[in-house]
């Protein structure tokens, strides 16, 4: 999703808070991983196997607090927190009331399952990743079967000649080198509703909100690349 914003630095906050995981004394992490958990405040539901969670907490406005948890043998651990993320500047609401256009964020818990951006893959990142090129869009027309999907315009099957304006327009993604230098997808609307939405990313801060994205600091980003481990199927959270 298209964002209003350019970099901003911020202070790199790393604890080792401890949140006991759900269930007995002895329940171990693969037992736990698919018990919701509260953490900073935000209703985590993992899925099966799920060891990595990154959590985005409302703070004020279109502010949030971001999170990266790690689940270890007697719970959660926050390994990372970056205190200046960002949310849509229409607020947030039910994944299953958004609406296309309205610069809202969907709550909820939603996988990450790959990422794209503007470098070639580093060593070290084990998500899928995915390069920009000319010519890449994130789909947004809602009458392409390619809806809420990553599509180069050579390929066609969508109108990426319309304006981003039109309620029927593409993200053209090398557009937003700020914001999609680093860029996680998220699982949201994954099954296609038309007019629901589509490109809800964890990417790059740029100047204020996002249009209904989550964003961090650059360095989040990046360090989150370095630590995202898709055997550990991570998630992210997102509550108020």
Known sequence: MRSLQAPLLAAALIATTLVLAPGSPGTGPAQAATDSVVLDGVTVHPRRGTRQV?????????HARVTLWALRQRGWVRRMRAADGRIGYGGLVAAGRRE????TTPLGTFRLPWAFGTHAKAAGWDLGYRRIRAGDFWVEDNGSRFYNRYRNQRQGGFR???????????????????QYEYALVTSFNHRQVRHRG???FLHVNGRGATAGCVSAPRW?????????????VPVVAIGR
Do not use: C, K, M
Request: a positive charge.
């Open 198 to 200: 589509a490109g809800i």
């Open 220 to 232: 989040f980003l990046r360090r989150l690349l370095t630590r995202l481990d898709g055997a550990r």
């Open 160 to 178: 990426w000649w319309l304006p981003a304006s039109d309620e029927n327009g593409s993200e053209r993604l090398s557009d937003y080198p700020v």
């Open 54 to 62: 990154v959590t985005v907490r409302h703070t004020r406005g279109y």
């Open 100 to 103: 296309q256009g309205t610069g």
